[in-house]
């Protein structure tokens, strides 16, 4: 059974960097796709961007200058950083498994992380 | 405001059937397959229909997945209390390279 874990800092200062790893057990990061979605309280999913095993990544264009994601295959971790943080990036952060061309939906999902921008 | 447009609510009494639609263009739902979510207070969203119509195993047959043209809709019967939560339709948009989630519809069940 394929399960994600999100980890990382709970609170991150505004104009700083949000980094947040993803790990993977049951499975291994290289066969496949992994995303990043963000949902901030109340409000909807919104998708972050994806990397795939041969380290190619997609980005939300609307976060595209913010956004690094990284994968490292020899602990089965994927990685996302945003800089130059805002209030607005507060959100529980998922990772999920997906989406690409034949897998083109989101499964499985970690608990999500909740991440606050605040001083 | 997502580009993918779901009703911000719907609601139903126990035991009936409730749609959920997900309207979006010819970029993304036109061209693009659809998965649907059910996303329970407080948990983190559940795969309930991938590739439109298909249902992942452990999934009840109550619910259900098409699409037709820039439209998609979730279909769920013999509601249940338990089906309380929030709704969210996904697909790839060819034009902006990017995976849109529409911005979520929650059931009432009555």
């Known amino acids: 059974q394929v399960q994600l874990q999100e980890s990382g800092p709970g609170l991150v200062k505004p104009s700083e960097t949000l980094s947040l790893t993803c790990t993977v057990s049951g499975d291994s990061l290289s066969n496949y796709c992994w995303s990043w979605i963000r949902q901030p309280a109340g409000k909807a999913l919104e998708w972050i961007g994806r990397i795939y095993v041969n380290k190619r990544t997609d980005y939300n264009p609307s976060l595209k200058s913010r956004v690094t994601m990284s994968a490292d295959t020899s602990k089965n971790q994927f990685s996302l950083k945003v800089n130059s943080v805002t209030a607005a990036d507060t959100a529980v952060y998922y990772c999920?498994?997906?989406?690409?061309?034949?897998?083109?939906?989101?499964?499985?999902w970690g608990q999500g992380t909740l991440v606050t921008v605040s001083s | 405001q997502s580009v993918l447009t779901q009703p911000p609510s719907v609601s139903a009494a126990p035991g009936q059937k409730v749609t959920i639609s997900c309207s979006g263009s010819?970029?993304?739902?036109?061209?693009?397959?659809v998965s649907w979510y059910q996303q329970l207070p407080g948990t983190a969203p559940k795969l309930l229909i991938y590739?439109?119509?298909k249902r992942p195993s452990g999934i009840p047959d109550r619910f259900s997945g098409s699409r037709s043209g820039t439209s998609a809709t979730l279909g769920i019967t013999g509601l249940q209390t338990g089906d309380e939560a929030d709704y969210y339709c996904v697909s790839w948009d060819s034009t902006l390279i990017a995976v849109l989630f529409g911005g979520g519809t929650k059931l009432t069940v009555l």
């Open positions: 010819n970029s993304n739902i036109g061209k693009n397959l």
């Open positions: 590739d439109s119509n």
């Open positions: 999920a498994r997906g989406f690409w061309s034949g897998y083109n939906w989101f499964d499985p």
